[in-house]
Structures are given as C-alpha cells and as structure tokens.
C-alpha cells in the first residue's frame, strides 16, 4: 500500500477572484487561474489512487488562504473578499462548482481542511464576529467542520503587530475554539526581526495560561514554520519562516557559520521548546534561486545545499513534528513552473527524508500523518 501524502499547504483562487487578491497583478507570474484543475495537472506525476504501485500517492491538501484585500475593519468590504474565499472554497468542498471555476464534482474529497483569512489583530470580540459569518458562508456543519484554523499574514505588516495586546488575545480566543493559527513571516526579505518578534510573541500567547487556551501555531520551512499545541489550539509559522536560502553555498561551513543562519537556527529551536511546535517542509522554491522548466535541477546538489537548515528543523522539532507541503502554486514561480515544481519539490523532500535517515513510519507521518494529527483533520 503506498503512502498518502496530505499536502499541508495550498493556495486556489479562479480567474473571476483574480482582482481580489492583494497581491495581483496582470503581469505577475500567478496573474492566471490556479484552481484544482491546475493543481491535478501538477501533480499529475503522482496518482491518487492508493492502489497504485508507486511508492507515494496524493490523498489530499489542506487550503490556506490566499491574502485577499481585506482589512481588520469590517466597514466598507473589509471582511468581503475573504468571505467570498470561503464560499469559494465550500463550493469546492460540495461539489456545485460555478461555471468557469476550474473544478468538479469529483474533487470534493481532495480539500481536507480550510484554513482562512480572519482579522486576529481585532481581537477575540471582532474575531467572534467574523468566524460566525464563517460559518455563516459553510453553509453546513459538514463543511464547517473543515475549518481547521486561520491565518493573518504578517509578513508585509509594520513591526510590533504581533506584540498587540488585542492580537495576543485574539490567539488565546482562536485556542479556546481549538483553532490553528498559521503564522506567516519572512525572514530573507521582511528580515529576521519578524522572526525574533513571532518568538516573543509565542512567549506572551503561552506564558502563564491554561493549557485550554493555548494556540496551536504552524511554522512552515523555508517559508512557514508550524508551531502549534496539541489541544485545543495551534499556532503554524509557515515556510520554516523564509529563511535566506540564497546565503552563499561554497561547502557547509560557508553556512553554518553565517550571522543570518545562526540567528535563525538559534530562533527556531527556541520556537520548537513549546510542546506542540509543528513545521512544515514547504516553500523552498521561493527562497531558493530560481529554476527554468527547460533543464532539470541536480536534486541531491539541493538536498546537500538545504541539508543544514532542515537538520536543524528535525533536531529542533523531531519527525514527529514535520510535515511536508508544497506552498503550490507559489513553488511554480522559483520551481520552474506548473508542469515540473511541485513534483521537483516532492522529490526534494523525499532527498532530505533519505539524508536524515528516518524510518519508514516517520517518512510516512511526513508526508501526512503528522499534518492529520496538527489539524485534526478526518481522511
């Protein structure tokens, strides 16, 4: 029997939404649609099938939320565009596709968790607020139940966010509802004060409170880490917080005694001492230099060239604590592009599990066993 992967980390968005994403652009290289049929065409390489005689097959993904132009304010649309997501999303889930959405009725089942965009900043108040019309747009505790966490990104925000008195409270509120908070920042380009500020931010959410309120928070590597507490909340740093990949690479020492690369690792293994860390192996395309379709990149050169960074995340976290992601389709714009990136990073990943040397019941909580248990997530 092949091992399921659950891709913990993937964004969707039809060519209708593209004018709601922050981020968009006409000349961008994801100004197109990126909905499930694109993302079966990417990992096509792969089956679905558990019957299939390969060695791996795709179960299913986790969504994150896309970073639509939204505000923490709910005046004017501040709140309407991320909403709009998630009756995106719930169309998916059922199965009653819009025309030209770029999904059917048969990819109902691959979307086994939904993690949105809520306004955390605002508190537990405003959070109450905006998560009932959550709810409101799932339109069924079937779907509802998918909700697995939310994410606010804070990667592109000024410094001391994180610090507020209302955003540490609005995470203890997201513990107290047993959701995950997918925290993400960059340090390659926001630079690592974001990070050093998501460590103290962590020491506020968990010193000194009940184990019911703690957050569960994902990190993910290289883009987010996965920091979470197994029950009742979660905080996800996601991409193993964009970590400067692109540092000169003579031999292991040109890294490991690097100012950029020792604050990071020093950083991150304190963010692993909280019980319920998780980090997800996602992202690296982004922060990596960038690949072309037309030649294939040596992947043993980038498992030996990311190896220091991601042995840091197993000593610091544990197997037990990392769970693979593709960061899709974000993974196509360094990866080389939709037909080749994803199963390049899969493969990747699959180099750096070879190199740590785990066993095959760790390989297998990697490639989903681990991200079922931080999001509580049914397969």
Same mark, same amino acid.
């Given at each position: 029997?092949?091992?399921?992967?659950?891709?913990?980390?993937?964004?969707?968005?039809?060519? =209708?939404?593209?004018?709601?994403?922050?981020?968009?652009?006409?000349?961008?290289?994801?100004?197109?649609?990126?909905?499930?049929?694109?993302?079966?065409?990417?990992?096509?390489?792969?089956?679905?099938?558990?019957?299939?005689? #390969?060695? +791996?097959?795709?179960?299913?993904?986790?969504?994150?939320?896309?970073?639509?132009?939204? =505000?923490?304010?709910?005046?004017?649309?501040?709140?309407?565009?991320?909403?709009?997501?998630?009756?995106?999303?719930?169309?998916?889930?059922?199965?009653?596709?819009?025309?030209?959405?770029?999904? *059917?009725?048969?990819?109902?089942?691959?979307? %086994?968790? %939904?993690?949105?965009?809520?306004?955390?900043?605002?508190?537990?108040?405003? %959070?109450?607020?905006?998560?009932?019309?959550?709810?409101?747009?799932?339109?069924?505790?079937?779907?509802? *139940?998918?909700?697995?966490?939310?994410?606010?990104?804070?990667?592109?925000?000024?410094?001391?966010?994180?610090?507020?008195?209302?955003?540490?409270?609005?995470?203890?509120?997201?513990?107290? !509802? #047993?959701?995950?908070?997918? +925290?993400?920042?960059?340090?390659? #380009?926001?630079?690592?004060?974001?990070?050093?500020?998501?460590?103290?931010?962590? *020491? !506020?959410?968990?010193?000194?409170?009940?184990?019911?309120?703690?957050? !569960? %928070?994902?990190?993910?590597?290289?883009?987010?880490?996965?920091?979470?507490?197994?029950?009742?909340?979660?905080?996800? &740093?996601?991409?193993?917080?964009?970590?400067?990949?692109?540092?000169?690479?003579?031999?292991?020492?040109?890294?490991?005694?690097?100012?950029?690369? &020792?604050?990071?690792? =020093?950083?991150?293994?304190?963010?692993?001492?909280?019980?319920?860390?998780?980090?997800?192996?996602?992202?690296?395309?982004?922060?990596?230099?960038?690949?072309?379709?037309?030649?294939?990149?040596?992947?043993?050169? +980038?498992?030996?060239?990311?190896?220091?960074?991601?042995?840091?995340?197993?000593?610091?976290?544990?197997?037990?604590?990392?769970?693979?992601?593709?960061?899709?389709?974000?993974?196509?714009?360094?990866?080389?592009?939709?037909?080749?990136?994803?199963?390049?990073?899969?493969?990747?990943?699959?180099?750096?599990?070879?190199?740590?040397?785990?066993?095959?019941?760790?390989?297998?909580?990697?490639?989903?066993?681990?991200?079922?248990?931080?999001?509580?997530?049914?397969?």
């Amino acid at each position: 029997m092949p091992t399921p992967i659950i891709d913990s980390h993937i964004h969707l968005f039809p060519e =209708s939404h593209l004018p709601t994403l922050a981020w968009y652009g006409p000349d961008g290289p994801l100004g197109s649609q990126h909905s499930i049929d694109e993302y079966r065409l990417a990992t096509a390489s792969t089956p679905t099938s558990p019957e299939s005689t #390969q060695a +791996l097959h795709l179960r299913g993904f986790i969504f994150l939320e896309t970073d639509r132009i939204s =505000s923490v304010d709910e005046s004017g649309r501040g709140w309407y565009h991320a909403l709009d997501e998630v009756s995106f999303l719930t169309r998916i889930i059922t199965g009653e596709p819009a025309p030209g959405e770029g999904h *059917k009725d048969v990819d109902r089942e691959l979307c %086994l968790g %939904l993690v949105p965009w809520a306004p955390v900043p605002g508190g537990p108040a405003v %959070l109450e607020k905006y998560m009932a019309q959550v709810q409101e747009r799932t339109r069924t505790e079937e779907v509802f *139940k998918k909700v697995r966490g939310v994410r606010y990104l804070v990667q592109d925000k000024p410094r001391g966010v994180m610090l507020e008195a209302d955003f540490i409270e609005g995470l203890k509120w997201l513990g107290r !509802k #047993q959701l995950i908070f997918d +925290l993400g920042v960059d340090a390659r #380009q926001g630079g690592l004060w974001q990070l050093r500020e998501a460590a103290e931010m962590m *020491k !506020k959410v968990y010193h000194a409170v009940e184990k019911k309120d703690r957050v !569960k %928070l994902i990190i993910s590597m290289p883009a987010p880490l996965v920091v979470s507490y197994p029950i009742p909340n979660e905080l996800s &740093l996601d991409h193993l917080c964009k970590p400067n990949l692109r540092l000169p690479f003579s031999s292991p020492d040109s890294i490991a005694t690097h100012p950029d690369f &020792l604050e990071w690792s =020093s950083l991150v293994t304190a963010m692993a001492q909280h019980p319920s860390t998780y980090m997800k192996l996602s992202g690296g395309f982004s922060e990596l230099p960038p690949f072309v379709a037309e030649s294939e990149p040596d992947i043993a050169s +980038l498992v030996e060239q990311t190896r220091l960074w991601t042995d840091v995340i197993f000593d610091a976290f544990g197997p037990e604590r990392v769970m693979f992601g593709s960061d899709w389709p974000v993974c196509n714009v360094g990866g080389g592009g939709n037909a080749v990136a994803w199963r390049r990073w899969k493969s990747v990943v699959e180099g750096i599990l070879e190199k740590r040397g785990l066993t095959q019941d760790q390989k297998e909580g990697v490639w989903g066993g681990v991200a079922v248990k931080a999001y509580g997530i049914e397969v």
